[in-house]
């Protein structure tokens, strides 16, 4: 019965390989969103989504696309990682907006070689 | 852009000793949260203030918030091994908004 659940866990890919991580929630919660957390554990949002709608796109490479086929999920596709990809990526969900606390998952760990 | 800054990066205490740390922000806020996040795991969400707030308990913790001063703190009282973790503040600005902004974190070890 976990709340906000990602998959993989943990991905090691060379660069220059695509790769997607998805995160489905079961809290029934609308907005959902995808932070990157780098080495020095500084977290950074990159994306989110209010019932499937894009809300926040923050300045990022646009070689990452998110999808949200439904409030229920939201997926991460990277085209073409680079080294600098390599970080954890954490998948949260909220019920509305910023006044209200966010769910994490357990974060995917992608390391580029 | 990042909003919260943690105080201090790290700290250590003995088991039974209170913790607190402190966070500052630079902007108007709505809002303010703390999370907590075990090594290799997610954040978990602590405890929420609003700005209209100046204390809130819960269990043993307690979080202050001085808008004038545009910081917070949040105490841990009589810590055990388990509170061992990364603490995030992080800030909302508005009920408009989305957005959380995090902060570095203050790193905690309780010593046994």
């Known amino acids: 019965d976990t709340a906000v659940s990602q998959t993989p866990k943990y991905l090691v890919t060379q660069m220059g390989n695509d790769k997607s991580i998805k995160c489905e929630q079961n809290?029934?919660?609308?907005?959902m969103y995808w932070y990157k957390q780098d080495s020095k554990k500084f977290l950074k949002i990159m994306f989110s989504y209010n019932n499937k709608e894009l809300i926040i796109n923050e300045t990022v490479p646009n070689r990452f696309s998110p999808k949200s086929p439904d409030k229920a999920h939201l997926n991460l596709h990277i085209n073409s990682l680079e080294l600098g990809d390599s970080a954890v990526y954490f998948c949260a969900s909220s019920r509305g907006t910023s006044d209200r606390a966010q769910y994490f998952g357990p974060g995917t760990r992608l390391l580029v070689l | 852009s990042q909003q919260g800054e943690e105080d201090p990066q790290a700290l250590s205490i003995q088991e039974g000793e209170n913790a607190t740390m402190n966070c500052s922000y630079k902007?108007?806020?709505?809002?303010l949260q703390w999370y907590r996040q075990n090594s290799g795991r997610g954040l978990v969400h602590l405890i929420l203030?609003?700005?209209?707030?100046r204390e809130k308990h819960s269990g043993r913790l307690r979080v202050t918030l001085d808008t004038s001063k545009k910081s917070s703190s949040l105490l841990i009282t009589a810590s055990r091994a388990a509170d061992t973790a990364s603490y995030f503040c992080?800030?909302?600005?508005?009920?408009?908004?989305?957005?959380?902004?995090f902060g570095k974190g203050t790193k905690l070890s309780v010593i046994p």
């Open positions: 809290l029934g919660h609308d907005t």
């Open positions: 992080a800030t909302g600005s508005g009920a408009g908004s989305y957005q959380l902004t």
């Open positions: 902007t108007s806020i709505n809002n």
């Open positions: 203030i609003r700005s209209n707030e």
